[in-house]
Nanobody, 134 residues
Framework: QTQLVESGGGLVQAGGSLRLSCAVT????????MAWFRRAPGKNREFVAA????????YYPDFVRGRFTVSRDNTKNTMTLQMNSLKAEDTAEYYC???????????????????????????WGRGTQVTVSW
């Protein structure tokens, strides 16, 4: 059974860094894109980053651009999220997601709104908590 397993969450002071990892275990599947989402208490799920599995091209929302970096390791079947300059508002449960089917970016390859929607993904991890203190 395929599983996505997140790790690396924890408590950090504002301005600090954390590195999240997502490991794909169990039965293998063709990955087209993987992503990170987050959900803070009382808020909707939010897109954090995505990376195309073959090309390594990354997508970010404006509020993390320049602070977060997503990458993937094809040989280790893992995805990481390096988070720097963390802010209190980054506190949330962070989830790893994967898509195993082809996709089309109707808004163009640079923006690709489809990949910023959680409904685009059919595999999800259970999450890892990130808490940023003042």
């Amino acid at each position: 059974q395929t599983q996505l397993v997140e790790s690396g969450g924890g408590l950090v002071q504002a301005g600090g860094s954390l590195r999240l990892s997502c490991a794909v275990t169990g039965a293998t599947f063709k990955k087209y894109v993987m992503a990170w989402f987050r959900r803070a208490p009382g808020k909707n799920r939010e897109f954090v980053a995505a990376v195309e599995w073959n090309r390594g091209f990354a997508y970010y929302p404006d509020f993390v651009r320049g602070r977060f970096t997503v990458s993937r390791d094809n040989t280790k079947n893992t995805m990481t999220l390096q988070m720097n300059s963390l802010k209190a508002e980054d506190t949330a449960e962070y989830y790893c997601a994967a898509r195993s089917t082809p996709y089309y970016c109707s808004s163009g390859p640079q923006l690709c709104l489809e990949l910023r929607d959680g409904q685009a993904y059919n595999y999800w991890g259970r999450g890892t908590q990130v808490t940023v203190s003042w």
